[in-house]
């Protein structure tokens, strides 16, 4: 039997709950759905590195490397010699070995490389007397991606303005995260009230503030009625003064949910938010929670970052504004307008998840690497 291995160099969480710690689940059920279409076997390697060493042992000697079809991993935030819970490098070769036998085997690879933050000063810097580590770690960081250079055949990121930082003159691909399935769609009809969500850290670079002058605005204006559900974390609210200052209003919901516990809060909403300002980070970030708004058939306001301005506008599913409270105010009504929320909505709903669901990402990666392999035979 045909087979694909899942490759994850550190242990996958037990309670995804972070986008970053979903993404892993939802990557590997939609290649076993693939596997089950194809009559494919899927094998996941992942675990801390003690595990990892036991799982690669016992995949050489199965011997089934020789159906083997392709590699695809997800490397982790964190250096793959560092990914133990303790950060410790207990087995410092077991990867990149088996990588190599992947390779001596004719067995391309895949990597999904997830971030660049670490070449950021402003997002990484290391805190009180790690400070000193923080060139060191980055120097880590290089060398890992240097190590990947001589294995990987096709990188994918979340976005290809992300390459700008990356630099990786090889096969390149985009994949950004993906929807599990279109939920509740049955959002209430746009009447007197509109109900806004937005999803999401609440400090200044999140756009929370433009937000919420936007909605004073509006309430200045009196022109409809408008009420914002915003989700966040508890520990983060409780250091937030501004925030706390405006939840004693009544056209502001704050709340702390996460899972099946956001679908009734979902059910309400007519328009999701991505208000994030506008920087060289964000500009090749795609949010998690745009591809969330989506798989609620949410028209979206979003803020002109590259990555998911040209994700909102291909697939004309809503608004695309400068960061500015004045610019959101009025697009909230522009959006609202009959025409304009019908045409957004039957747009999602059209090709959302055709074209950004989870198997649609593990197809992707399928029908990528398959091409390579042929090459490989055919050398």
Known sequence: MKNIIVYFPYKLSDNPKTGSSVRPHKMVEAFKLLGNNYGIEIIV????????KREIKEFINSEKIKKTLFCYMENSTMPYWLTDEDHVPRHPFSDIRFWKFLKRNN?????????????FKELYTLEGAKKLLTPVMRAIYQKELRQFHKIVDVLYLPSLEMNEYVGWDGNIEE???GIDKMKNLSNPKINDRVNLIYIGGISKRYGIKTLIDAMEILLQKKKKHVHLYVICRKAEYEQNTFLKEKAENDWVTI??????SLIQVFK????GIVPIQKNSYHDFAVPVKLFEYLSFGLPLIVTDCSAQTRIVREGGYGLVIKDSADELAQSILNIIQKNNYIEYKNN???TAFKNHSWYARAAKVYA???KIKKLFSEA
Do not use: C, M, N, T
């Open 45 to 52: 390697i992942s675990g801390e590195s003690k595990q990892r």
């Open 107 to 119: 067995v391309p690879i895949g990597l999904f490389y997830r971030d660049i933050y670490w070449k």
């Open 175 to 177: 994949l950004p995260p």
């Open 255 to 260: 709340e702390h949910l996460s899972g099946e």
């Open 268 to 271: 309400k909403a007519h328009i």
């Open 348 to 350: 999602i709903l059209q």
């Open 368 to 370: 990528d690497l398959s």
